[in-house]
């Protein structure tokens, strides 16, 4: 019993000791605001304008919409609201040099993109 207590404790004290982790660095933080015109819109105007998703999750009352372009992505953030899904943030990568986390360079490919494809 004695040396299954000791062997515990050594158990206990290694996973508490500090170091031999590997550290991670966090990216740096969105920079604040959002595109004009996409916030509010419902998940039926994002089909609208910029088409199907290539990736969406659900966690909860969030929605992530993810476009894909060989030069771009971009993440769109809707959130349940009285019964309909609207988006409450949108992010690219890369980022651009905008004053948002969304480089409207990236947003405008896949508007356009929309736009040029053939009606169904």
């Given at each position: 019993?004695?040396?299954?207590?000791?062997?515990?404790?050594l158990l206990l004290?290694?996973?508490?000791?500090?170091?031999?982790?590997?550290?991670?660095?966090?990216?740096?933080?969105?920079?604040?605001?959002?595109?004009?015109?996409?916030?509010?819109?419902?998940?039926?105007?994002?089909?609208?304008?910029?088409?199907?998703?290539?990736?969406?999750?659900?966690?909860?009352?969030?929605?992530?919409?993810?476009?894909?372009?060989?030069?771009?992505?971009?993440?769109?953030?809707?959130?349940?609201?009285?019964?309909?899904?609207?988006?409450?943030?949108?992010?690219?990568?890369?980022?651009?040099?905008?004053?948002?986390?969304?480089?409207?360079?990236?947003?405008?490919?896949?508007?356009?993109?929309?736009?040029?494809?053939?009606?169904?």
């Open positions: 019993m004695r040396r299954l207590l000791l062997l515990s404790g004290a290694a996973c508490a000791s500090p170091g031999g982790g590997d550290k991670v660095n966090l990216p740096a933080a969105p920079r604040p605001g959002e595109p004009a015109g996409l916030v509010g819109l419902s998940s039926a105007d994002m089909r609208a304008n910029f088409g199907t998703p290539a990736f969406v999750r659900k966690d909860g009352i969030v929605e992530l919409w993810r476009y894909d372009d060989a030069s771009c992505k971009a993440f769109f953030f809707l959130y349940a609201e009285s019964g309909t899904n609207r988006v409450r943030h949108v992010e690219t990568l890369p980022r651009g040099n905008s004053t948002t986390a969304a480089d409207p360079a990236c947003l405008e490919l896949f508007l356009k993109r929309r736009v040029s494809q053939p009606v169904s």
